[in-house]
């Protein structure tokens, strides 16, 4: 019975060995970015729910036409600065409310999509808080809302590798 209870914890350590290893080389992997830079374009658009334009280079984007973005019935781009995404390096942009978002490439994946980090920093503070971590393919772009801007909100959108379009 001792032989066997010997034989069960070397074969539980092992099993624990061998799925710790790949789980560390899963989130090895999964942190390793590309060695190549990629372009990305910053998207700052004022929202708000008052009837009015829609900047014409907006509406053929599906996202906007979608919930939550779809309540808003005047859109108007404020800015479109473009950037590069270094791998594991922070690309900051300012926005017109004082706060700043980073962007940082994590991983460029196995079938050509993005790893992306988005953070916007809070009021008067040099922290960021985290906001979302997406996959995103190259010329779709990714939105985030919530932060409020005379009297809208604005919708900060990012397309990753504008050059492509999204298959």
């Not at 779709?140 to 919530?146: I, L, M, Y």
């Amino acid at each position: 019975m001792s032989l066997i209870r010997h034989l069960l914890m070397i074969a539980i350590l092992f099993g624990a060995s061998a799925a710790s290893a790949q789980g560390s080389s899963l989130a090895r992997t999964d942190r390793t970015p590309s060695a190549s830079n990629v372009p990305a374009e910053v998207l700052v658009v004022l929202a708000k729910e008052e009837p009015g334009n829609i900047d014409p280079q907006l509406k053929k984007m599906t996202a906007l036409r979608r919930p939550p973005f779809n309540s808003f019935r005047s859109m108007k781009i404020l800015s479109r600065p473009k950037l590069t995404l270094k791998p594991g390096r922070d690309a900051l942009v300012s926005l017109p409310n004082g706060r700043r978002m980073k962007l940082t490439l994590l991983r460029v994946m196995p079938d050509g999509r993005y790893k992306v980090k988005a953070a916007i920093n809070r009021p008067d503070k040099s922290d960021y808080l985290p906001l979302l971590q997406v996959v995103a393919s190259a010329g779709d772009p990714f939105f985030v809302a919530g932060q409020t801007y005379q009297g809208g909100t604005l919708v900060v959108g990012v397309i990753v590798d504008p050059k492509k379009t999204a298959q």
